[in-house]
Nanobody, 123 residues
Framework: QVQLVETGGGSVQAGGSLRLSCTAS????????IGWFRQAPGKEREGVAQ????????YYADSVKGRFTISQDNAKNTVYLQMNSLKPEDTAMYYC????????????????WGQGTQVTVSS
């Protein structure tokens, strides 16, 4: 059974930083895509950042490039999302997701999802 446990959400003022963590279990971590997605009230879910654990290839949404960094600790089966220079428009529920891709990329759909952690950025 795949389990994704997210921690690290909270409230911060604009310009501040937060770090989210996602610890995965029940899947072959070494050949996985693990990513962060977010959904704000009334908006569609959007991809934020993803990482292919075998090699560390990363993917970022244009809206977070230069501000957010996704990284991993293979020994802990954990992926981090360091969020700097946060803006009010970053306010959303952030979800960790995982999948085992057939093509070695993180450009497909994700089968496994965490419960989410709330990030609120005030102006």
């Amino acid at each position: 059974q795949v389990q994704l446990v997210e921690t690290g959400g909270g409230s911060v003022q604009a310009g501040g930083s937060l770090r989210l963590s996602c610890t995965a279990s029940g899947l072959t971590y070494s050949s996985s895509c693990i990513g962060w997605f977010r959904q704000a009230p009334g908006k569609e879910r959007e991809g934020v950042a993803q990482i292919y654990t075998d090699g560390g290839t990363t993917y970022y949404a244009d809206s977070v490039k230069g501000r957010f960094t996704i990284s991993q600790d293979n020994a802990k089966n954990t992926v981090y999302l360091q969020m700097n220079s946060l803006k009010p428009e970053d306010t959303a529920m952030y979800y960790c997701a995982a999948d085992i891709p057939n093509d070695g990329t993180c450009e497909g759909s994700f089968a496994y999802w965490g419960q989410g952690t709330q990030v609120t950025v005030s102006s």
